[in-house]
């Protein structure tokens, strides 16, 4: 393992990796009816500023008393203050993080798992495809790419949700489509009065967007659904499955390869995902 | 050159062990033999098979991995904050006269636990706390098939002291330094020696018990053959009766995940760890609903694969001891060794 | 198995998906439920005294490998597990055109545990069954045993040897000889003091590790995933085994069992630390038949009295 893997993975307090670090969310935004955005600031201020991840990575963000649950982390890799994470309602943990505000003290072991390989992706053309909550892990990456925008080539987003009230990250979605230097393809499921932009299902739009596999990778992340046929479309448009990166899902519990539940054939998803290619995909057994 | 100690002085140094530790022993319980603590007017039973393996020893089927408590700052209420609190103290322990199988299975765990990778502390500690005597099994059940996956029942790789069955009593091998520490050499020096060959050859007799080896190794080709049947229809054949039950992981000396789960009374609380196993259809079942194992024989082949296959590929071991334990208490009769045989083509 | 058993059911293979019966077990005296697709499989089924798995836990669809939505199942079924069919009909679980079943008489099967302590059960290397003796040797020794000596409980208590609804019976009836009471086990706890019932359950309780196969193997339990034993909301159990939350788990089941029971005692064979688990569910049935005269599965189309309503109640 190279220095850079050690740097990014998680020791715990008292070299206990099932202890985390204590941390308080500072601010609490609403995304869409049931995804809410929160920033958080680990209680030890030294540890925050030494705080460092790649993108892709995850945390397991705790209530005590509640449970434990896996989140990637979203914020930029190069902000030092904060934290953030966004939390669609599903369950247990979900739900009561929903109920949270701000100044809540929390727990959280981050980061885990691997991360997609920016260094690799430099002086390519670069092609985002995310559906919903599917752009948490994305715009990781993609606000990494924007502040080193120099070192990657085209980069063109495509992103859509069932409605527009279902797009996460507005405030970004604007902020990237003012920009002259990335593309910015946004779409809907179905058609709604006043929406300006593209609509159809993800997959759809990336046949259209007639991508050029050449010097590119992809990176897509969303609903298991819509990654199945995005992945279609892409290798149609004649992406390699070794150019087209995404992240996994999987029940999780402690993030650290021990507990046993998230495994894909021999891979765990919690340490040798969530970051995979699709190349790695095909040779594990089919068990999605 | 071992010793000889005579059954009627095993409890001379069971009694002496205990003052040191927890001594932990098969005797007969409730109809079954199990691992429970030495006490001196409880008989023990050296003869039957523990009905469960000696893992809990080290892997406890709940164990605290923290306390938590919610404390409001007193000049300002509305700040609340939490404090948690690990414990570092774990039992010395002894597992005296456990197989050589179970043996294999706290070894196995090890490979999991405390090897490359992420390391778990808890297993750690207790596991660097236990002393382990081993007993050569003398009696192989119906269900061993030890030798099949590469153990013996007369050979304890990763005890401190290895007992040999020896006329009226045991041979007994000292393997460790931590295995001296638990000779109490008062006891010891009185005792006769027994010749090495002798051992060797009551080791022998024991191994000749077991069905004629179909050996399977821990080898690439193992673990290619499980993927190679990944798709197999004979899965749902061989496991429709299958009733997803905890039976034969938590039987089983080598199965090792677990859940994770918060307990609160008020504010305060602990977080768990609790044996969980992937035969249960909530192991993996997701948030949204979507489970990637939803039937049984999915279940069953990730079982048998993570065994098998996935194990040889990330620890270089096979993941079963062949204690038979699953197979004797699967209350559908499902027969582990009819599949592994059926699936991976013999060695030699 | 007779010939004639075994030509029977492969002339109904071709109606069914699969039929289940007894296969071999991991020794001779041990059997093992058998899913049959294939005629050639039909030589391998069995019938004899160690059939006692309670095959219609495969009855409910989402306990059992799927067919499709105009096929059916046949199965083999003993009178003591043909009840759960009346019960699971009764509760809307499974449809009757769905199910072939084969009726038989059963002459008791025989619990091989009851020859521990003789001889170690997990080493037996023969065993015979001459008319009324068994022979098992194990360990060098041997060991013949009446097999009357050697039934289970309920067998000794059969009041339905017969299977109580099936498409074909193959074979003679027998009339019910039963030499015990079927609560009789339940009636001896009743006669413990308070204190010592609850010492009873306590020492039972704190040997269960909740691997959960007393309610999978249960017919009657098929609540899957949505069991209130396994959600987390609400939270009704602790995921932490030890005797108080064993317990609350154990009191939820038999309260949910309640006169659904059908005595089957499967969910005390399987237990894995020989807990007699079947006594709860048991003790509520005894009190809904001391109360309503009500037992699970005996009469096709009854409801139980928890699910139905009368104005007037005699014993109420
Ligand atoms: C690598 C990864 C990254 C993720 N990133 C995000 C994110 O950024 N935002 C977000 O909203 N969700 C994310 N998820 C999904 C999120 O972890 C689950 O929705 C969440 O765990 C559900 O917890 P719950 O307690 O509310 O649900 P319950 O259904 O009550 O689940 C109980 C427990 O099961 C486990 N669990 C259930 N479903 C999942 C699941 N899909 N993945 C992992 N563990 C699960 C958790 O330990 C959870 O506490 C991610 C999942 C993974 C694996
Ligand atoms: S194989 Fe047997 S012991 Fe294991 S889950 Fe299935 S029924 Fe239970
Ligand atoms: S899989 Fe079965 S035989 Fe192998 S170690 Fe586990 S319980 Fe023993
Ligand atoms: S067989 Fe299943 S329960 Fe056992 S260690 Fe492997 S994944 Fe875990
Ligand atoms: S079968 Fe026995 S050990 Fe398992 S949950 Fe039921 S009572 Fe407990
Ligand atoms: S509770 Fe026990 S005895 Fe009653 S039907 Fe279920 S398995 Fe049979
Ligand atoms: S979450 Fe525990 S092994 Fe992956």
């Known amino acids: 393992m190279c220095d850079c893997a050690k740097k990014h993975k998680y020791q715990g307090p008292d070299d206990n990796p099932y202890l985390p ?23 030890d201020k030294e540890k925050m500023s030494q705080f460092s991840f790649e993108p892709g990575q995850v945390a397991q963000l705790s209530l005590f008393g509640v449970g434990e649950s896996t989140f990637v982390i979203n914020s930029a890799p190069h902000t030092k203050d904060y934290l953030q994470f966004t939390i669609m309602r599903a369950g247990e943990v979900t739900s009561a993080f929903h109920d949270l505000s701000v100044g809540a003290q929390i727990g959280i072991r981050a980061p885990l798992g691997n991360w997609f390989p920016c260094q690799e992706m430099e002086g390519r053309n670069i092609v985002f495809v995310g559906g919903g909550l599917g752009l948490a ?10 502040a080193h925008r120099e070192k990657y080539k085209d980069i063109h987003i495509i992103y859509g949700s069932r409605t527009p009230n279902d797009l996460c ?120 | 050159m071992p010793k000889l100690i005579p059954q009627n002085k095993l409890k001379d140094w069971l009694d002496n062990l205990a003052q040191t530790h927890e001594v932990w022993v098969p005797q007969d319980q409730d109809g079954m033999c199990v691992i429970d603590l030495y006490q001196a007017e409880r008989e023990i039973n050296l003869e039957s098979r523990t009905r469960f393996s000696a893992k809990e020893l080290v892997f406890p089927q709940t164990e605290r991995l923290f306390k938590y408590k919610y404390e409001k700052d007193k000049d300002n209420p509305e700040h609340v904050s939490v404090k948690l609190q690990t414990e570092n103290n774990v039992p010395k ?14 070894e196995i765990i090890s490979k999991v636990f405390d090897d490359k990778g992420y390391k778990d502390p808890y297993f750690k500690k207790r596991r660097e706390a236990l002393s382990i005597v081993a007993l050569g099994c003398q009696h192989p059940e119906n269900a061993c098939f030890c030798t099949t996956v590469g153990g013996s029942p007369s050979k304890a790789p990763g005890a401190d002291i290895l007992l040999t069955p020896v006329g009226d009593g045991y041979a007994v091998e000292v393997l460790t330094a931590k295995g001296q520490a638990l000779i109490p050499n008062d006891l010891f020096d009185k005792l006769a020696d027994v010749d090495a060959p002798d051992v060797e050859k009551a080791q022998q007799k024991a191994g000749k018990l077991l069905p004629a080896p179909m050996v399977i190794s821990p080898s690439a080709q193992t673990a290619q053959a499980l993927l190679k049947a990944f798709a197999s229809p004979y899965w749902n054949e061989a496991t429709a009766a299958c009733l997803s039950c905890g039976i034969c992981t938590f039987a089983c000396p080598t199965c090792h995940c677990f859940t994770i789960v918060d307990e609160k009374c008020g504010r305060c609380g602990e977080r768990m760890r609790c044996w969980d196993a992937c035969m249960f259809p909530l192991y993996t079942l997701e948030a949204s609903g979507h489970n990637p194992r939803l039937a049984q024989s999915q279940r069953y082949r990730n079982r048998i694969s993570h065994k098998y296959s996935y194990m040889i590929t990330n620890n270089n071991i096979l993941g079963c001891t062949g204690c038979g334990r699953c197979i004797k208490l699967c209350p559908a009769g499902i027969d582990l060794r009819r599949i592994v045989e059926k699936l991976i083509p013999k060695s030699e | ?104 008489s059963c002459p008791g099967m025989i619990d091989i545990s009851k020859l521990q302590g003789k001889i170690d059960i997990n080493r037996i290397t023969k065993a015979e069954l001459h008319e009324q003796t068994l022979t098992v040797l194990a360990d060098k020794a041997e060991v013949a045993a009446d097999i009357n000596d050697l039934l289970y409980g309920k067998c000794l208590a059969c009041e339905y040897p017969n299977t109580l609804i099936y498409d074909e019976f193959i074979g003679q009836k027998t009339t019910a000889n039963p030499r015990k009471g079927i609560f009789d086990a339940v009636t001896d706890l009743e006669k413990m003091s308070l204190d010592q019932r609850k010492a009873f359950w306590e020492k039972e309780f704190s040997r269960c590790i909740r691997c959960k196969a007393c309610r999978n193997v249960c017919p009657i339990c098929y609540c899957q995933n949505q069991c209130l034993l396994d959600t987390r909301v609400p939270r009704w159990t602790q995921e932490q085994v030890d005797t108080k939350s064993n317990e609350w788990f154990h009191l939820i089941r038999a309260f949910h069992l309640a006169g659904r029971c059908i005595e089957c005692g499967e969910c005390a064979r399987v237990c894995p630390v020989n807990i007699p688990i079947n006594l709860l569910p048991m003790k509520m049935n005894k009190e809904l038949f001391d109360i309503f005269g009500w037992r699970a599965g005996t009469k096709a189309g009854e409801k139980s009295p928890l699910m139905d309503f009368k104005l007037e109640e005699e014993k109420l």
């Not at chain 1, 935004?29 to 209680?43: A, G, H, M, R, W």
């Not at chain 1, 892409?234 to 499955?241: I, M, R, S, T, Y």
Request: with cysteine; proline share 8%.
């Open chain 1, 21 to 43: 670090y204590l941390a308080r969310v500072i601010s609490v935004t609403l995304e869409t009816p049931n995804i809410k955005s929160f920033q958080v600031v680990l209680d």
């Open chain 1, 137 to 146: 892990p994305l715009r990781t990456l993609i606000l990494h790419m924007l």
């Open chain 1, 169 to 288: 990250y507005s405030k970004d979605l604007a902020d990237w489509q003012r920009r002259g230097d990335i593309h910015v393809t946004l779409t809907i499921d179905r058609e709604v009065p006043g929406w300006e932009y593209k609509v159809g299902f993800v997959p759809v739009v990336v046949g259209e967007a007639k991508l050029n596999p050449e010097n590119a990778v992809a990176i897509t992340c969303g609903p298991p659904i819509m990654i199945k046929f995005v992945l279609i479309e892409l290798e149609k448009a004649g992406f390699k499955p070794e150019q087209i990166y995404t992240t996994l899902e999987r029940r999780m519990k402690c993030g650290l390869g021990l507990c046993g539940r998230c495994n894909i054939g021999p891979k765990y998803v919690c340490i040798d995902g969530p970051v995979f290619t699709f190349a790695q995909l095909k040779a594990l057994p089919d068990e999605l």
């Open chain 2, 93 to 106: 322990r002894v597992a005296f006269g456990i197989p050589p199988c179970d043996v294999a299975g706290i």
């Open chain 3, 1 to 104: 198995m007779s010939k004639e058993l075994k030509a029977r059911i492969a002339g109904i293979l071709p109606k069914v998906t699969y039929f289940i019966g007894y296969g071999t077990g991991i020794n001779t005296i041990q059997t093992a439920p058998l899913f049959i697709r294939k005629p050639e499989q039909v030589n391998a089924m069995l019938w004899n005294r160690f059939c006692i798995h309670n095959l219609a836990v495969y009855v409910p669809p989402q306990k059992r490998p799927p067919v499709a939505p105009d096929e059916k199942i046949g199965l083999i079924l003993k009178g003591c597990d043909s009840r759960a069919v009346i019960q699971l009909l009764q509760e809307g679980i499974v449809k009757r055109e769905k199910l072939y079943i084969i009726g038989v």
